[in-house]
């Protein structure tokens, strides 16, 4: 498709099982974001991927959460053990990164409903 | 201080109602900003890109001030379909990286 895919679309678990939460970003979209929003609050930054740099995982709220991205495409965030506050819409984002000195807008998948119960 | 900060709202507006915005970033190196606008439990999506000292949009005019790293988002002749939030996006420069970060938002609701 020509937008980021996010799959699956609502995901219910029960507490202290994994998780993993797959996103296809926008084909030659260098930079991938993921941010968690729950109910009436605001995005929250969890990771940045930008092309074959480092990863900022400074957003990770937990060691519980990890995130890789295959070969520059796809990525998967996954939650070990999770608990009921990892309740959450889970949005990936990709962007072409730097674009002519600018950093270019961010398109958005349709999310990842998690509920942990 | 927040990288990127909104004024917290909510707007409640009618209809056909000027509406301001306001969002201010604390890293001067800033290049990039942007305006999305988020419906309820939907995802994010581009409202405006703001470059050089603003924009304008039809009814939507974005603002840049970089002296004072102020952006605005002016709505004029405010529609139903205008509730959302609306988020301020800004640029983060780092020696390693440059990515987007976004503001908590501002909710409007506009009423009949």
């Known amino acids: 498709g020509a937008g980021v895919s996010q799959s699956p679309s609502n995901k219910v678990t029960e507490k202290g099982k994994d998780v993993e939460l797959r996103c296809d970003p926008i084909?030659?979209?260098?930079?991938l974001y993921w941010y968690r929003q729950s109910l009436g609050q605001g995005l929250e930054f969890l990771i940045y991927f930008q092309g074959n740099s480092a990863p900022d995982k400074s957003g990770l709220p937990s060691d519980r959460f990890s995130a890789e991205r295959t070969g520059g495409s796809v990525s998967t965030l996954t939650i070990q053990r999770t608990q009921q506050e990892d309740s959450a819409v889970y949005l990936c984002?990709?962007?072409?990164?730097?674009?002519?000195?600018?950093?270019?807008?961010?398109?958005f998948g349709q999310g990842t409903r998690l509920t942990v119960v | 201080r927040k990288e990127v900060e909104q004024d917290p709202g909510p707007f409640n507006v009618p209809e056909g109602a000027t509406v301001a915005f306001n969002c201010t970033y604390s890293?001067?190196?800033?290049?990039?900003f942007f305006w999305y606008r988020q419906d309820c439990r939907k995802e994010p999506k581009l409202l405006m890109s703001v470059y050089s000292s603003g924009n304008e949009d039809g009814r939507f005019t974005a603002q840049l001030n970089r002296a004072s790293q102020y952006i605005s988002l002016l709505i004029r002749d405010s529609k139903l379909s205008d509730s959302a939030t609306y988020l301020c996006v800004v640029n983060m420069v780092k020696t390693s990286y440059d990515k987007v970060i976004f503001g908590p938002g501002t909710s409007l609701s506009v009423i009949p």
């Open positions: 890293n001067s190196a800033s290049q990039s």
């Open positions: 084909s030659g979209h260098t930079a």
């Open positions: 984002a990709s962007s072409l990164g730097v674009f002519g000195g600018r950093v270019t807008e961010a398109f």
